[in-house]
């Protein structure tokens, strides 16, 4: 099983961009899909997360701004990032709840998101 984050990239305050993480592999089901962020010499840190079926939760830092979607069709994870500030700046993880022969944690390869002043 792999996740494969898309999307990041350098964005001006007050902008928006949306990040996709697709999972593969030998895929049973998928419990929660949640998105992660890293800012330098920070913690990481749950900015959003969506479970199977469809309730979903924020950081208090992002709430009106980003949005969490899934499509389970495509085992596809997606974050709407919209009025971007520079401390959203970060490299965003994706992190899913898979069950192949066992549930377990899986982790994508992160993607950065730099936001300018």
């Known amino acids: 099983v792999q996740l494969q984050a898309s999307g990041g990239g350098l964005v001006q305050a007050g902008g928006s961009l949306r990040l996709s993480c697709a999972a593969s592999g030998n895929i049973f089901s998928i419990d929660a899909m949640n998105w992660y962020r890293q800012a330098p010499g920070k913690q990481r840190e749950l900015v959003a997360a969506?479970?199977?079926?469809?309730?979903?939760n924020y950081a208090d830092s992002v709430k009106g701004r980003f949005t969490i979607s899934r499509d389970n069709a495509k085992n596809t994870v997606y974050l709407q990032m919209n009025y971007l500030k520079p401390e959203d700046t970060a490299v965003y993880y994706c992190?899913?709840?898979?069950?192949?022969?066992?549930?377990?944690?899986?982790w994508g390869r992160g993607t950065l998101v730099t936001v300018s002043s």
């Open positions: 969506i479970t199977s079926g469809g309730s979903t």
């Open positions: 992190n899913a709840f898979i069950r192949s022969s066992q549930l377990r944690s899986y």
